[in-house]
């Protein structure tokens, strides 16, 4: 069995750090920056890079990408090195839900997948291909970028649980169910067979 050992201080120093980086908007801020107005009024009105491409543009869809993502892996990976197992999860899951309900825009974020990776990337890093094979494979084969993610999110609690400590494996478990939560009008669409597919107009 596992012996949650951290401290309460340690413990909510990790957990504030990892909300407030975890709920910077950066896909809110860098479509302000551009000129493109509020991501929140066009398509789904999140703040994710899927929402950011909507606006036409690729690279600051992809600077949103990177950016939700490492919001997610600098304070995992930086509780996990410097207060241990524990504090990377509790960071982990504190930017998740950072993104997710960010307090600065009336805890309406985005979706989370972009963040997930960040947070896999910075506690268990190798499992980030497992991921990205597995969303290759099903957007591949079904054109559904929602699909891919729910599929990968399935798959990576299983593999941690054979390659990470019990915490991590936890901590996605948490995260998938959550993901999954946060994804059920795309699984609506999916089930309805209403769902875009990747590169689909209008």
Do not use: C
Request: net charge positive.
């Amino acid at each position: 069995m596992f012996d949650w050992q951290i401290g309460p201080v340690p413990a909510l120093i990790s957990f504030l750090i990892g909300y407030l980086s975890g709920s910077i908007p950066f896909g809110l801020i860098l479509t302000r920056m551009a000129g493109l107005g509020d991501v929140r009024k066009i398509g789904s009105g999140n703040i994710g890079a899927t929402n950011v491409l909507r606006t036409g543009n690729k690279k600051l869809a992809a600077a949103t990408l990177l950016l939700d993502a490492l919001k997610g892996t600098v304070p995992a990976a930086l509780a996990l090195h410097f207060l241990g197992v524990e504090a990377g999860v509790i960071a982990g899951l504190a930017a998740f839900l950072g993104h997710l309900f960010p307090v600065w825009l009336g805890f309406k974020g985005g979706k989370g997948i972009a963040t997930y990776i960040g947070v896999l990337l910075g506690l268990a890093p190798w499992v980030v291909l497992v991921f990205a094979a597995v969303w290759l494979g099903s957007a591949k084969i079904t054109r559904y970028s929602s699909l891919s993610a729910l599929l990968a999110t399935l798959v990576v609690p299983i593999v941690l649980a054979f390659t990470a400590p019990l915490p991590v494996t936890l901590l996605f478990v948490a995260m998938s169910v959550i993901t999954w939560a946060k994804h059920h009008a795309n699984i609506k669409r999916l089930l309805a067979g209403t769902e875009s597919r990747i590169g689909q107009k209008g």
